[in-house]
């Protein structure tokens, strides 16, 4: 399970990395793909608050279950899932106005782009260098075969970095490989 959130980070962050360019397209006031700024939030919305994050949580509430953790670390890292959560449906809104042709400053733009790139980023660099390595620590053998009997979604297919790319991502994908 560690293994594919790990695998789901490094997706994730070439996403932001991709973001990053139209960040810095529009700060040079050039014309960027808002479509595939949607794209990548429909993707971040439908993937990672259906099956990563709902993982990571489980894992995270079964380690605070059993280990003894601080207060503050113990309620972080689902403080930061509803922020993301509600960051991402901020900036999902605000891209489907420009799509819808109303008039959105550019300045509101880059800063809620911003802004979502720079908390993905963070949470991201917080659980990888703190959260993973102190439950992959922790947790043994059986605790993790306790975990995959509770995990509901058991086998699903990553839309976007899967095998089978959905219909909706396959313009992300090739804007993807190409680097």
């Known amino acids: 399970m560690l293994e594919i959130i790990h695998n789901d980070h490094r997706n994730i962050n070439q996403l932001l990395r991709i973001l990053r360019k139209k960040i810095k397209l529009l700060e040079e006031d050039e014309k960027i793909d808002y479509r595939l700024i949607k794209a990548i939030i429909t993707y971040l919305r439908n993937y990672a608050d259906k099956y990563h994050h709902p993982m990571e949580d489980l894992i ?13 670390i113990a309620i972080r890292l689902s403080k930061e899932h509803k922020l993301i959560k509600e960051v991402t449906i901020e900036l999902d809104e605000l891209v489907e106005m420009v799509l819808l042709d109303a008039i959105v400053p550019k300045q509101l733009c880059l800063e809620k782009l911003s802004v979502f790139v720079e908390l993905q980023a963070a949470h991201l660099m917080y659980e990888e260098s703190q959260i993973l390595p102190a439950i992959r620590e922790s947790l043994s053998a059986d605790d993790w075969a306790n975990l995959e009997q509770q995990w509901q979604h058991n086998h699903y297919e990553d839309p976007l970095f899967g095998d089978n790319i959905g219909e909706e991502y396959k313009a992300l994908a090739e804007r993807i490989n190409q680097g």
């Open 60 to 72: 995270y509430a079964y380690y605070l279950k059993y280990r003894v953790v601080p207060d503050a």
